[in-house]
């Protein structure tokens, strides 16, 4: 890095809420309790899937892997911005800022390519059940988790290491509450067209691909459902990729959004306003869209909390 006037960032200085100063012991309330609730709910369907053997299926097995990322992917970046909202110096150190980048976006990209892992279960499930437990078998589970996170991994490294090698100094003040690209890029001293290309290509890359995955699982699945002959069978079928594609559709959503855009035409407090959506409450709605409406999971949890009464 260059240093000039021997002056160097070695710290960054969170701005994200502070439009909002009177209102921070609120938000510090309201974080926390969402916080400790997705906490509590990731933990529940982590724990009742591991527990109850009639769980230990690949749908299931997928889903408290997703679990997993959202509860390390909120630990990441809630427990910092909560300390911030009560602090007067809202900073974290260079190499912290790189850490936070580095993991959250390893843990998102290699949410997207769960998701798509989830949809390729349930193009199986439905499209060829009679072959469903060779197709998905425990290995295969594996093998798809190990991938997304070697993409999440390689992708990760790749940004990390072009945002972090730009010249920083003079302004350290990030117009966000976390570490994220943009807002670190925004106060480089200077960065080339060739960096930021490979940025967006990469992040367009996460993006697409594994929702032109999902996009061609659920045509097949589609298509085969509206060949079912009764009404209550395709109903069913409709009904266990209902949770799978509103997770997409609010995940792909929010990601577009923000990374997608070369040059932002929103300003910095909107685009902290969208980052708090799927930071803080995407984890919230996933365990309740995906787990906790359904039956199956709900028969399960009963079991595991009756034995665990009646053991102690």
Excluded: W
């Excluded at 976006?105 to 193009?123: E, I, K, P």
């Excluded at 990374?259 to 910095?268: A, E, F, G, M, Q």
């Amino acid at each position: 890095m260059e240093c000039v006037n021997g002056s160097l960032v070695r710290e960054f200085v969170f701005l994200g809420f502070s439009s909002l100063a009177g209102l921070q012991r609120l938000l510090f309330a309201v974080f926390l309790v969402v916080y400790l609730f997705t906490l509590g709910t990731n933990a529940i369907i982590i724990s009742t899937v591991v527990l109850d053997r009639a769980l230990h299926t690949p749908m299931y097995f997928f889903l408290a892997v997703l679990s997993c990322f959202e509860t390390c992917y909120t630990f990441v970046i809630v427990p910092k911005m909560l300390v911030d909202l009560l602090a007067q110096k809202k900073a974290i150190s260079f190499l912290g800022c790189a850490i936070q980048m580095f993991s959250f976006l390893f843990l998102g990209c290699s949410h997207s390519f769960l998701l798509a892992a989830m949809g390729y279960d349930r193009y199986v499930a439905i499209c060829d059940p009679l072959r469903y437990t060779v197709l998905m078998g425990h290995g295969v589970c594996v093998g798809l988790v190990a991938a997304a996170c070697t993409c999440g991994f390689t992708v990760a490294q790749i940004i990390t290491s072009l945002v972090f090698h730009l010249p920083f100094h003079s302004s350290n003040q990030l117009h966000h509450f976390f570490c994220d690209i943009s807002p670190v890029l925004k106060v480089a001293s200077h960065h080339t067209h060739f960096s930021q290309i490979v940025i967006i290509m990469l992040c367009a890359l996460v993006l697409i691909i594994p929702l032109l995955l999902i996009l061609v699982s659920y045509i097949c699945i589609i298509s085969a459902i509206l060949q079912f002959p009764s009404t209550l069978g395709r109903y069913k079928a409709f009904s266990t990729c209902a949770s799978h594609l509103i997770i997409v559709i609010v995940h792909y959503g929010c990601a577009s959004f923000i990374y997608l855009r070369l040059k932002s035409n929103y300003s910095s407090s909107q685009d902290a306003l969208i980052s708090v959506s799927y930071t803080i409450l995407t984890p919230l709605f996933n365990p309740m869209i995906y787990s906790l409406r359904n039956k199956e999971f709900k028969s399960a949890l009963q079991r595991v909390v009756g034995r665990t009464i009646c053991l102690s």
